[in-house]
């Protein structure tokens, strides 16, 4: 069983910056990646970035590219998600989540273990 807790979410002006992080217990398999989603209110959850644990490919929705960062720290089994250039439609419940066996690495029902959810509400 694998846990994750998250954190770093806030409140930020546009055009501002937040770093999300998470933990993760257990130890990762070949196949492990780790990912962010989001969901606004009355919205599907949706893909943010992902990362393989084994390499460190990442992947990003297209709504994020060139401003999100997804990035690991393998020692901590921990990811980050550096956001920059944040807008007002960025606001959202982030989650973090992990698969012990990831195929493409952006559907969300690839991921067995999901976090609390923490929340990043960006003002215009």
């Known amino acids: 069983q694998v846990q994750l807790v998250e954190s770093g979410g806030g409140l930020v002006q546009a055009g501002g910056s937040l770093r999300l992080s998470c933990a993760a217990s257990g130890r990762p398999s070949s196949r492990y990646a780790m990912g962010w989603f989001r969901q606004a209110p009355g919205k599907e959850r949706e893909f943010v970035a992902a990362i393989r644990w084994s390499g460190g490919r990442t992947y990003y929705g297209d709504s994020v590219k060139g401003r999100f960062t997804i990035s690991r720290d393998g020692a901590k089994i921990t990811v980050f998600l550096q956001m920059n250039s944040l807008k007002p439609e960025d606001t959202a419940v982030y989650y973090c989540?992990?698969?012990?066996?990831?195929?493409?690495?952006?559907?969300?029902?690839?991921?067995?273990?999901w976090g609390q959810g923490t929340q990043v509400t960006v003002s215009s």
């Open positions: 989540a992990a698969t012990g066996a990831v195929v493409t690495g952006i559907a969300k029902n690839e991921y067995d273990y």
